[in-house]
């Protein structure tokens, strides 16, 4: 403590993996108090670390060949003395990368996250193995431990602003949902498809729902999924809010916090979720579930998990999808229930 430094924290995982990470940033941030720390992430991220207050900088990673190199050169001219590695280490091919990354920018020590001894390049490491026995975020907190700084998980606050809170009722009355009405929303999207709940399924969900409970839908993800959103509406026949593209991250946050139940595929908004303490259910496929389980942060949280034969696999694409597939309506109606 008192120490001035240079940190670069390198976090270029998506919404979900950053906000585990941030009991293990608030720790390094309260060690070196004077220090500057600057955030290098993925560009869609950037806009959910700018809502906190750790960083004196966040910079959006640029993936081309050419821009990583230039911009690792003018990480290199600032003269780091520490560069982090927050990231699990996914394969040799990452780790090349991640290595190349780190000598490039040059800081006087490289410590970080070592999955599986890929970590050659690193000065002080934090081991794991590829899939995991603990939450992720203490994956993150062992790499501020390796470093010295006494680190135990808090659960971070998300701030929500008021104009965030008044956007969500105005957006919310637009669509003739008052205050009284229970509220379900519905996350039917993640950046990998491996990850998503058959759409046709979301769709006889939404069905069930509207039959069983008095309630209203609210259809959340990224502008992107806009388009799938208005397909779900369609296959379901019912009069949905859709909200996809429509709210930054404090919007979404508070319109999570609004809602009396959260039903969400394994992508960064469950995350959200089960740090407001939101009550929660989580389809959960092939992802490292010991790793990401919501439960291992929130008492609110019911995940629907089948453990098939191939699970957990972690991968990208999938063409059995069985292990979510095997997860029925009727168990997410009992579930809500």
């Not at 270029?12 to 608030?26: K, Q």
């Not at 009722?169 to 491996?194: C, V, Y």
Request: hydrophobic share 45%; glycine share 6%; proline share 5%.
């Amino acid at each position: 403590p008192g120490v001035r430094m240079k940190i670069l924290i390198v976090n270029l995982g998506g919404m979900g993996d950053f906000l585990l990470s941030l009991a293990a940033v608030s720790a390094l941030r309260d060690f070196y108090k004077d220090s500057q720390i600057i955030l290098l992430t993925i560009p869609r991220t950037k806009p959910v670390a700018e809502a906190f207050p750790y960083f004196d900088e966040i910079i959006a990673f640029d993936f081309s060949f050419l821009g990583a190199f230039k911009q690792s050169l003018a990480l290199r001219r600032r003269g780091f003395d520490l560069a982090l590695n927050m990231r699990t280490l996914v394969s040799c091919l990452s780790a090349l990368k991640m290595a190349s990354l780190f000598y490039l920018i040059g800081a006087k020590c490289r410590s970080g996250r070592d999955t599986a001894g890929r970590g050659f390049f690193l000065d002080i490491k934090a081991p794991e193995d590829d899939i995991g026995s603990l939450p992720e975020y203490e994956y993150d907190l062992n790499t501020v431990r390796a470093l010295g700084i006494p680190a135990e998980f808090s659960l971070p606050r998300i701030p929500i602003r008021d104009e965030e809170t008044v956007y969500i009722d105005n957006f919310l009355e637009t669509h003739n949902i008052k205050p009284q009405d229970r509220l379900i929303g519905i996350n039917p999207f993640a950046p990998w498809e491996s990850k998503c709940w058959p759409i046709k399924n979301f769709a006889a969900l939404i069905k069930a729902l509207q039959k069983e409970f008095p309630c209203k839908v609210v259809i959340t993800g990224s502008n992107d999924e806009a388009p799938s959103a208005f397909r779900l509406q369609s296959l379901s026949a019912a009069e949905l809010a859709i909200a996809a593209g429509k709210t930054t991250f404090g919007q979404l946050a508070a319109l999570i916090k609004r809602c009396s139940l959260y039903i969400t595929n394994d992508t960064g908004p469950m995350h959200i979720a089960a740090i407001l303490q939101a009550t929660l259910i989580a389809l959960f496929g092939g992802g490292y579930l010991k790793r990401f389980d919501p439960r291992n942060i929130s008492k609110k949280a019911i995940v629907l998990h089948k453990d098939v034969d191939c699970s957990p696999c972690n991968k990208v694409n999938c063409n059995s999808m069985k292990c979510l597939k095997e997860i029925t309506t009727d168990e997410v109606i009992a579930a809500a229930r």
